[in-house]
């Protein structure tokens, strides 16, 4: 609701609020949009949420959330949006990424799956979905600045990751162009761009600089704690 009364005046957003993570609410989304709007013609997937912690110390509901939202959903949803994609007039589909899609990183477990699984659907769906006209394009993206770290699952914010963000308006307006040129995938800013470089040639280097932090900041599993003290 806030962010629609922000919108400029003259150009009202149609919102509709409620828990991607539950069917019947995913199904009135979609058809309410295609309802209101006449159609669908572009869905942007960005739903997502973090947990951080070992994940041997996690919890199952916390890695089942975390999927659930972060994957499970948004494919679904998108599932949902498809009979009316077909239709609509040069339609595509975002999927919202992350770098750690690429390539993981320690303590950070449930959402590295969930985004590694999201990359892999987009790349299954964009060939899938060539006959219909639809494109499909993953924006691989690194931090943003946004309520992430506010709304985290389990954890807190570890200090590696204390980086000033990217804007968020400069994410949007490299998706938008990437969404124009047709690109498959967008990563925005050089920071994504050089751990998307790191992750596909030298991934052993992101290892050994996560190893070095957890070391140097003692974000060890509790266990492991527990038989070091022991």
Not at 84 to 89: K, V
Not at 145 to 151: D, G, Q, R, T
Not at 168 to 176: E, G, L, S, Y
């Given at each position: 609701m806030e962010l629609a009364a922000e919108t400029a005046e003259g150009s009202p957003i149609e919102y509709l609020a409620g828990d991607?993570?539950?069917e019947s609410f995913r199904l009135v989304l979609a058809t309410t949009?295609?309802?209101r709007l006449g159609g669908i013609d572009l869905v942007i997937s960005a739903a997502g949420a973090g947990a951080i912690g070992s994940f041997r110390d996690a919890t199952p509901a916390t890695f089942a959330h975390v999927i659930d939202l972060d994957f499970i959903a948004q494919a679904e949803f998108v599932r949902a949006c498809l009979p009316?994609?077909?239709?609509?007039?040069?339609p595509a589909i975002v999927f919202v990424g992350s770098i750690l899609g690429l390539h993981p990183l320690?303590?950070?477990g449930e959402y590295s799956a969930a985004k590694a699984a999201l990359r892999s659907l987009a790349a299954t769906l964009r060939l899938e979905l060539t006959g219909d006209g639809i494109d499909v394009c993953i924006a691989?993206?690194?931090?943003?600045?946004?309520?992430?770290?506010?709304?985290?699952?389990a954890g807190q914010r570890p200090p590696w990751s204390q980086g000033k963000p990217m804007a968020?308006?400069?994410?949007?307006?490299?998706?938008?162009n990437g969404l124009e040129r047709r690109r498959a995938e967008v990563i925005p800013g050089w920071r994504?761009?050089?751990y998307a470089f790191l992750a596909r040639y030298l991934p052993g280097l992101i290892d050994r600089f996560a190893a070095r932090h957890l070391k140097a900041t003692g974000n060890r599993s509790s266990s492991d704690r527990q038989r070091t003290e022991g």
């Open positions: 991607l993570c539950d949009a295609a309802e009316w994609l077909t239709q609509g007039r040069d320690p303590l950070h691989t993206l690194g931090p943003v600045a946004s309520e992430f770290w506010n709304s985290l699952v968020a308006d400069r994410a949007a307006d490299a998706i938008v994504a761009q050089t």
